[in-house]
């Protein structure tokens, strides 16, 4: 597709030329270059702006012969770093640049954060863009491909930067001949090919990846084929790609047509399937949406896609639709319509869909429900006593009317009789319906004929023009009371439909708002339907899921209605009989109270996973420790106490007392790190034993200083003698100090010493830690208690970061808790609470 001008210039802005790869080492770069070189022998003036070879010989052969442009060097945490010169691509302002890596993120100190913000800026600036990017770097797939593989991906690219490409091509190749590739050493170095092969290249994984690069793709064509016929105009389907419509009523015969609709887009690999249900533009249409709800349920979880669309004409609407999606076949039910009920109202939406159909194939799907529905009802449905009035009505009226106006026959002319008739037809029409209304017409048509039309008392007519106005007379008494019953009926159904959709939007309003979901549906259930109790229950066993009553239920023994929720689950309310019509939102309600069940099952059943995943997590972050951390401390010591068996070197005093000394601060380290790992593993455990006592600060604060690895570190205890005693495990209360001083100690401030103070408040004692350094940003506190947190600490060699998740553990165990705060003037202060041991009771111990 072609740019628009960028702003401002004249000029027209810049084409992109994205090649998409399924994997690292498909031959993305590669390619790019050959197209460089293609161009470059056309004459375009082609420079690369920033090209990464990864030490692949053959890609690197590639850019002779091409302008590459000096990269920037920029400096981030201690370390030089290339990246693209921006400035010098626009300055050079070649007619195309090669910008490889799209996805990349920049170093810090450019104009812009991402590469892909780059060649934006790059393409305003008219320059044509040639990039590559994996499929597992687009915004939209990165979480699959984290499932796919176990590895994030921490650079992304929008989606929609790939998708204005004005060219998108996908750079493929097999998985097997890619693992070739890699184990011939043409895309890793030799010690990284073993273990590349053995993880995220293997052969399901590259096959997943390759599948989504090709349906990515795929998709992107199929947006460019229906810009490309919407600018053209095209209407007729273009059989590319096989898709299936279904049209959906909200009839009982749904679930086999959708399962029919499904078997027909299975046997085309790629098939799509559409389901949809075309509602009326005044929102009166009769579908039940408890039904429809159902059978979009069931056509998601075949893989389908759900839609609506508004239209008073059923065939066109679903034509437009199936021509809008590009459908190549239409899947529609038989009509449940009676072979007198076609007769009577002609052909249905079947036989009009065919006959307007052209190039889509349209299926009629039998069913059980074919040909089983009823004779169209003449008058709307109305209560047994209202249909008994109108009758009545309808035979009474006209005779009422006829004893008055045969009073009046004097006064009042034949016109003014047939339309005092018209009128009471019309009444008739509204009390009792149609068919009601037929019966008075009826009547009043030889009412008026006996006893006004000459000669009167027969019904013998002898003049012409008074028998062209009896039948005028009932031709329109009976297309009066047609349209007034039929206007009637949609007032009827209008307001029913109002008072359903402000049942349902109050309904879901309720559920979004509410924590728990199930229990406010039941309510609503029984409040909306006036019952007097509603109750989920459990089909296998009849166990009461959730229940709710009204405050003051009706007489016991009343109507008990049921409805399925899923497959496992009853829905039972007793109260007043439920109507049919309310049935069908009874419907609607029960799909709900499905969806919300089925969320409380995940719920549990995620809060179950949850602890495994945490120690899982705890595990893996143990192990690391182990790996590193471990090892440091364990080395030192070993090499220092090798040193000094070694037969072959004679050490003199002062190296061998070095020698030591390393050593044993090793092992004080090691020793320190491996009490904390296994004091963390038994609070997670919670196998962790408190033996609590009465215990004073000034006591055991210079035991906690011992421990530390500076025993002169600048810490300066203040009001410590005057705290009352706590109630603590003095062992571990130890460590809590000892840690929490050496966390202060860490971040000081240079010269400055780390106060350590108490005070009582309450049944509680403060015991505050207060340091000088830079302070924690609100947004971290939480986080530096997390284990394995090193804020601001770019190795490992000061520890795993167990410090102050197991201080604040220790300090919860022993009934305190321990939190950060602001020091005034700057700094951290920790807050250590405590029990008083003067106003608790010790409690029993574990």
């Known amino acids: 597709m072609a740019r628009d001008l960028t702003p401002g210039t004249g000029t027209r802005s810049g084409r992109l030329r994205v090649y998409l790869g399924s994997a690292p080492g498909v031959g993305k770069t590669y ?21 990464e070879c990864h030490g692949r010989r053959h890609t690197e052969g590639m ?29 050079r302002r070649p007619s195309v640049v090669l910008v490889d890596e799209l996805a990349h993120t920049n170093i810090p100190g450019g104009r812009n954060a991402k590469r892909w913000q780059d060649v934006e800026e790059l393409l305003a600036a008219g320059i044509d863009v040639i990039s590559t990017v994996n499929v597992q770097h687009l915004e939209s797939l990165n979480d699959v491909v984290r499932k796919i593989t176990g590895i994030p991906q921490r650079e992304t690219v929008p989606d929609e930067v790939v998708r204005r490409a004005d060219q998108i091509e996908l750079v493929d190749m097999a998985p097997q001949a890619l693992r070739r590739r890699m184990a011939h050493g043409n895309v890793y170095k030799a010690e990284k090919v073993d273990a590349a092969l053995s993880n995220y290249f293997r052969v399901g994984n590259l096959t997943a990846l390759r599948e989504l690069a090709l349906l990515w793709v795929a998709g992107r064509v199929d947006e460019g084929l229906r810009d490309y016929r919407a600018d053209h105009n095209i209407d007729r389907v273009w059989e590319t790609r096989e898709r299936v419509v279904v049209a959906l009523t909200g009839g009982p015969e749904g679930e086999t047509i959708i399962r029919r609709a499904a078997r027909i887009a299975d046997r085309t690999a790629g098939g799509d399937l559409l389901a949809v249900h075309v509602t009326r533009s005044d929102g009166l249409a009769g579908a039940s949406s408890g039904a429809l709800a159902q059978q979009r349920q069931l056509v998601e979880t075949l893989g389908g896609s759900y839609h609506v669309v508004v239209g008073d004409d059923i065939p066109t609407a679903l034509l437009a639709f199936a021509r809008a999606h590009d459908a190549t076949q239409l899947v529609l039910g038989t009509s449940r319509r009676g072979r007198i009920n076609r007769f009577l109202t002609g052909p249905g939406i079947g036989e009009t869909t065919v006959d307007a159909s052209e190039d889509i194939d349209v299926h009629m799907v039998t069913h059980e429900f074919t040909g089983r529905g009823k004779l169209p009802s003449l008058g709307r449905r109305h209560s047994k006593r209202r249909t008994i009035a109108g009758y009545v009505a309808g035979f009474v009226v006209p005779w009422i009317l006829t004893g008055i106006l045969s009073q009046a026959h004097h006064s009042v002319n ?11 037809v019309v009444i008739v029409a509204l009390l009792g319906g149609a068919t009601s209304a037929l019966l008075a017409a009826v009547i009043a048509s030889l009412l008026l004929n006996y006893f006004f039309i000459p000669p ?83 089909r296998s066993g009849g166990e009461v899921l959730a229940h709710c009553e009204a405050e003051h239920p009706g007489e016991p023994g009343g109507e008990t209605t049921e409805v399925q929720v899923g497959a496992d689950a009853l829905l039972v309310l007793t109260g007043r009989r439920l109507p049919a019509a309310d049935q069908r939102v009874l419907t609607a309600f029960a799909a709900h109270v499905a969806a919300a069940l089925e969320r409380d099952r995940l ?45 072959d070197v004679e050490f003199s005093p002062e190296d061998q007392a070095e020698l030591l000394a390393t050593a044993d601060e090793s092992l004080v380290k090691l020793t320190r790190l491996v009490d904390n790992l296994l004091d963390m593993s038994r609070l997670q455990a919670g196998a962790l034993t408190l033996h609590l006592t009465e215990i004073h600060l000034d006591e055991i604060l210079p035991r906690a200083l011992d421990s530390l690895t500076d025993p002169y570190a600048p810490v300066q205890p203040l009001d410590l003698d005057t705290a009352p005693a706590v109630l603590a495990d003095p062992p571990l209360l130890e460590r809590v100090l000892a840690n929490v001083i050496t966390n202060a100690l860490r971040h000081n401030a240079p010269g400055a010493p780390v106060l350590v103070t108490a005070s009582h408040h309450a049944d509680q004692v403060e015991v505050r830690v207060i340091d000088r350094g830079p302070g924690i940003a609100p947004e971290d506190r939480d986080r530096v208690f997390l284990p394995f947190q090193r804020l601001g600490d770019t190795d490992n060699t000061t520890g795993v970061g167990l410090g102050l998740a197991l201080s604040r553990g220790l300090a919860e165990a022993m009934g305190g808790s321990l939190e950060v705060e602001d020091t005034p003037g700057g700094g951290t202060t920790m807050l250590l609470t405590l029990p008083a041991a003067a106003t608790r009771e010790e409690p029993e111990h574990e």
Do not use: C, W
């Open 456 to 538: 009167v008392y027969t019904l013998t007519i002898t003049e012409t023009n008074n028998i062209v106005a009896l039948v005028v007379f009932a031709a329109v008494a009976l297309a009066v009371s047609t349209v007034v019953d039929h206007a009637s009926r949609l007032t009827s159904r209008a307001a029913r439909a109002t008072a359903e959709a402000e049942t349902l939007s109050t309904l879901a309003g309720s559920v979004l708002r509410g924590a728990d979901a199930l229990p406010a549906l039941l309510e609503k259930s029984r409040t909306a339907f006036g019952m007097d109790s509603v109750a989920l229950l459990s």
């Open 414 to 424: 034949l016109t003014t009789d047939a339309l005092i008739f018209q009128l009471g």
């Open 31 to 51: 390619r790019m270059l050959d197209e460089a070189r293609r161009r470059q022998e056309r004459g375009a003036d082609v420079v690369v702006g920033f090209i």
């Open 63 to 91: 850019l002779a012969g091409l302008e590459v442009l000096p990269r920037v060097r920029r400096t981030y945490r201690d370390a030089e770093f290339e990246e693209m010169d921006l400035d010098g691509v626009l300055a």
């Open 603 to 647: 719920a549990v059943v995620a809060a179950e996973v949850e602890p495994i995943k945490a120690a899982d997590r705890m595990r893996t972050a143990l192990l690391a420790a182990v790996s590193h951390d471990l090892r440091t401390p364990l080395a030192a010591a070993l090499a220092s106490v090798g040193s000094l068996r070694s037969p």
